[in-house]
């Protein structure tokens, strides 16, 4: 990574949904796991489906805190509607810690999420080389590389271990050696919607809030983002189409970065924000 004093502005990028659809991946890797782990509820194994998986990404952030969600029901945002799917259960592990094993406390099922993270994590190392970036990303990303006063970098809720096998198949060691700030999920302890992790991106460039644009893909992306005080930019995919996204405060969205976004798009000759972002292509309110 660059370090370079005395930005005036930062672009943050999301990861996964932004630099590339990856959704679908995480899910068949949850999906994977556990099966792996032969995982069962009253006699029916775990399996999330795109419509559930969807739900799940549009309300908590990062993978132990969704599974937690999924088997506990607690972790969501208090306005959070209960999906139909969310066990609030713990599953039996049939496969590989004796038969009908079932955790006895949080404790335990925590130990047990920490063990399907882990596994998932190599599930999705594995999908994830196959999959390409999403339209524009890279272009746009490689502009505010080379605007003078312009911090760029990625900001992440995935594990470090997951997250660093997509930025390098899609991004490249070479774009990102010139990244001025790189964050995973590891990094924070507080996942989002909570805004640490843009906290923490503002506060390592020297860079104001008010100075900073987001690009997420998520309504948890979104409400981070907010929550740090930055604009967002919504680049949204086929599971997260039908949000509201303008509702929730973001200050563009569209489908994606394809259709002639250039970075004075987004910031002026100068370095400053646009008062309207993305005004000619974006989604309209």
């Known amino acids: 990574m660059c370090a370079s004093p005395g930005f005036k502005a930062a672009l943050l990028f999301d990861c996964d949904g932004v630099l590339v659809e990856t959704e679908e991946l995480h899910r068949r890797a949850y999906n994977q796991a556990f099966d ?45 509607v209960k999906h139909p799917d969310t066990v609030a259960s713990w599953p039996a592990v049939t496969k590989r810690q004796g038969e009908k094993a079932v955790p006895k406390d949080e404790a335990a099922g925590m130990l047990l999420i920490d063990e399907l993270q882990d596994f998932k994590t190599e599930c999705y190392k594995k999908l994830v080389t196959t999959a390409p970036p999403r339209p524009g990303i890279l272009e746009l990303m490689d502009a505010a590389i080379a605007m003078p006063g312009l911090a760029v970098g990625i900001c992440s ?48 460039l020297g860079v104001p809030k008010e100075a900073c644009i987001v690009v997420e893909d998520s309504i948890v992306g979104l409400r981070a983002a907010k929550a740090a005080g930055m604009r967002c930019v919504i680049t949204y995919t086929e599971e997260t189409a039908g ?18 976004v250039g ?18 292509v974006r989604d309209k309110p």
Do not use: C
Request: hydrophobic residues 35%; without cysteine.
């Open 36 to 80: 792996e782990f032969g995982l069962q509820i009253d006699g029916k194994p775990v399996v999330w489906s795109k419509e559930y998986y969807a739900h799940l990404a549009n309300t908590i952030g990062g993978g132990k805190p969704k599974m937690r969600y999924h088997f506990t029901g607690l972790g969501a945002p208090e306005s959070t």
């Open 243 to 260: 949000n509201d996204f303008y509702a929730e405060g973001a200050d563009a969205a569209l489908l994606d970065l394809s259709s002639g």
């Open 157 to 204: 809720a995935s594990t470090r271990g997951g997250f660093e096998k997509v930025v390098n198949s899609v991004v490249g060691r070479e774009r990102l050696a010139k990244l001025d700030v790189i964050i995973a999920g590891d990094d924070v302890s507080k996942k989002k919607p909570h805004p640490e992790i843009y906290n923490l991106a503002s506060s390592r």
């Open 263 to 280: 970075i004075d798009a987004l910031f002026s000759p100068d370095v400053k924000l646009r008062p309207v972002l993305l005004e000619s």
